[in-house]
């Protein structure tokens, strides 16, 4: 009996995680950010990549909370690191940008940006948005900006 218990419950948790992606999307696309937040929140704390990607957008836009790059970052970051390529272009951006008390650093922004463009499950891999985004970013870069950036990819591609 705690065998069939513990099945149902483990079959029915992918789908409680999209009803609160789900209810947030619809929350958020009605403008009731209040709802968006808090059910993105949930899932986001609980580790969810798609949560905290979207977590990282309400707070890059200041969408139902005050702008905030660095809470933007955070959360950015814990999706991109489990390979959420959306989380990895946003990453790329804040860094290329460095405002909103976030320290500019190219070679954080180059890796990012990257693997957000070799992502094979990210909607910008086939764009050529991201990679215009690194050729103008790389133009910027020194050359040891450059290597550190190569080096902090590879460091990245071979975890995985």
Request: glycine fraction near 10%; charge should be positive; hydrophobic fraction near 35%.
């Amino acid at each position: 009996m705690k065998r069939l218990i513990l099945s149902c419950t483990l079959a029915l948790l992918p789908a409680l995680a999209n009803a609160g992606l789900d209810e947030g999307v619809a929350a958020y696309s009605a403008g009731d950010y209040a709802t968006a937040l808090k059910e993105f929140r949930e899932l986001a704390d609980q580790g969810n990549p798609d949560g905290q990607y979207f977590l990282g957008f309400l707070y890059h836009n200041g969408f139902g909370v005050k702008a905030s790059q660095t809470e933007a970052l955070k959360w950015f970051e814990k999706a991109a690191e489990q390979g959420d390529g959306r989380s990895q272009y946003y990453a790329g951006i804040i860094y290329a940008t460095g405002k909103g008390g976030v320290a500019r650093d190219l070679s954080m922004a180059d890796m990012w940006l990257t693997l957000s463009a070799t992502n094979p499950k990210t909607p910008y891999r086939d764009t050529l948005y991201t990679k215009e985004e690194i050729k103008k970013l790389e133009k910027k870069m020194t050359p040891d900006q450059l290597a550190k950036a190569k080096d902090l990819i590879k460091g990245r591609t071979q975890q995985n």
